[in-house]
Protein backbone atom coordinates (compact mmCIF):
# COMPACT_ATOMS: atom_id res chain seq x y z
CA UNK A 1 0.00 0.00 0.00
CA UNK A 2 1.23 3.71 -0.67
CA UNK A 3 -0.28 6.29 0.96
CA UNK A 4 0.47 10.15 -0.95
CA UNK A 5 1.09 13.17 1.47
CA UNK A 6 -2.60 15.21 1.85
CA UNK A 7 -0.26 18.39 0.26
CA UNK A 8 0.58 16.72 -2.79
CA UNK A 9 -2.73 16.10 -3.74
CA UNK A 10 -3.93 19.34 -3.22
CA UNK A 11 -1.59 20.74 -5.71
CA UNK A 12 -3.31 17.95 -8.13
CA UNK A 13 -4.09 19.07 -11.50
CA UNK A 14 -6.57 18.17 -14.76
CA UNK A 15 -5.16 17.45 -17.64
CA UNK A 16 -5.30 20.80 -19.17
CA UNK A 17 -3.25 21.98 -16.25
CA UNK A 18 -5.70 23.44 -14.34
CA UNK A 19 -5.84 23.35 -10.75
CA UNK A 20 -8.22 20.28 -8.86
CA UNK A 21 -10.90 21.82 -6.59
CA UNK A 22 -11.08 19.49 -3.58
CA UNK A 23 -14.77 18.59 -4.28
CA UNK A 24 -13.71 17.38 -7.50
CA UNK A 25 -10.89 14.97 -6.65
CA UNK A 26 -12.05 11.32 -6.36
CA UNK A 27 -12.00 10.55 -2.96
CA UNK A 28 -14.78 13.66 -2.41
CA UNK A 29 -16.88 12.45 -5.24
CA UNK A 30 -16.95 8.76 -3.73
CA UNK A 31 -17.51 9.75 0.10
CA UNK A 32 -20.09 12.25 -1.51
CA UNK A 33 -21.97 10.42 -3.79
CA UNK A 34 -21.28 7.26 -2.62
CA UNK A 35 -21.28 6.00 -6.24
CA UNK A 36 -17.40 4.45 -7.63
CA UNK A 37 -15.42 6.93 -9.47
CA UNK A 38 -14.00 4.97 -12.08
CA UNK A 39 -10.24 5.93 -14.08
CA UNK A 40 -10.00 9.87 -13.40
CA UNK A 41 -6.31 11.02 -15.01
CA UNK A 42 -4.32 13.01 -12.11
CA UNK A 43 -1.55 14.86 -12.31
CA UNK A 44 0.21 15.07 -8.87
CA UNK A 45 3.80 16.49 -8.44
CA UNK A 46 6.78 13.85 -7.45
CA UNK A 47 7.88 14.95 -4.08
CA UNK A 48 11.44 15.09 -4.83
CA UNK A 49 11.84 16.30 -8.31
CA UNK A 50 8.48 18.32 -8.86
CA UNK A 51 7.42 16.47 -11.95
CA UNK A 52 4.03 15.87 -13.35
CA UNK A 53 3.30 11.84 -12.09
CA UNK A 54 0.43 11.05 -14.18
CA UNK A 55 -2.23 8.72 -12.36
CA UNK A 56 -5.10 6.64 -13.79
CA UNK A 57 -7.32 7.10 -10.20
CA UNK A 58 -10.66 4.66 -9.60
CA UNK A 59 -11.88 5.70 -6.16
CA UNK A 60 -14.36 3.28 -4.33
CA UNK A 61 -16.74 4.00 -1.09
CA UNK A 62 -16.68 1.20 1.65
CA UNK A 63 -17.89 0.95 5.04
CA UNK A 64 -21.15 2.91 5.32
CA UNK A 65 -22.88 4.12 8.43
CA UNK A 66 -26.76 3.38 9.80
CA UNK A 67 -28.05 6.04 6.57
CA UNK A 68 -25.63 4.30 4.00
CA UNK A 69 -23.27 7.02 3.55
CA UNK A 70 -19.54 6.17 3.13
CA UNK A 71 -17.43 6.10 5.56
CA UNK A 72 -13.93 5.05 4.04
CA UNK A 73 -12.69 4.77 0.48
CA UNK A 74 -10.21 3.08 -1.33
CA UNK A 75 -8.30 4.78 -4.49
CA UNK A 76 -6.68 2.86 -6.82
CA UNK A 77 -4.18 4.77 -8.44
CA UNK A 78 -2.61 3.34 -12.03
CA UNK A 79 1.24 5.52 -12.76
CA UNK A 80 0.41 5.99 -17.17
CA UNK A 81 3.46 8.72 -16.72
CA UNK A 82 6.06 6.46 -18.88
CA UNK A 83 3.36 5.56 -20.98
CA UNK A 84 2.32 9.30 -21.57
CA UNK A 85 5.93 9.69 -22.31
CA UNK A 86 6.27 6.86 -24.99
CA UNK A 87 3.12 8.48 -26.58
CA UNK A 88 4.28 11.92 -26.95
CA UNK A 89 7.76 10.72 -28.24
CA UNK A 90 5.97 8.23 -31.04
CA UNK A 91 4.36 11.65 -32.19
CA UNK A 92 7.26 13.81 -32.60
CA UNK A 93 8.76 10.63 -34.33
CA UNK A 94 5.74 10.55 -36.87
CA UNK A 95 5.21 14.41 -37.19
CA UNK A 96 9.07 14.07 -37.99
CA UNK A 97 8.91 11.57 -40.63
CA UNK A 98 4.90 12.52 -41.96
Do not use: C
Not at 69 to 87: A, C, G, I, S
Amino acid sequence: MTTWPLATIRRAVHEDGSPFRAEELPLSRALRTGKMVPDMMIGVPHGRTGEIRWLRATAVPDARDEAGQPQRVYVMFTDLTEQRRVEAALRESNALLG
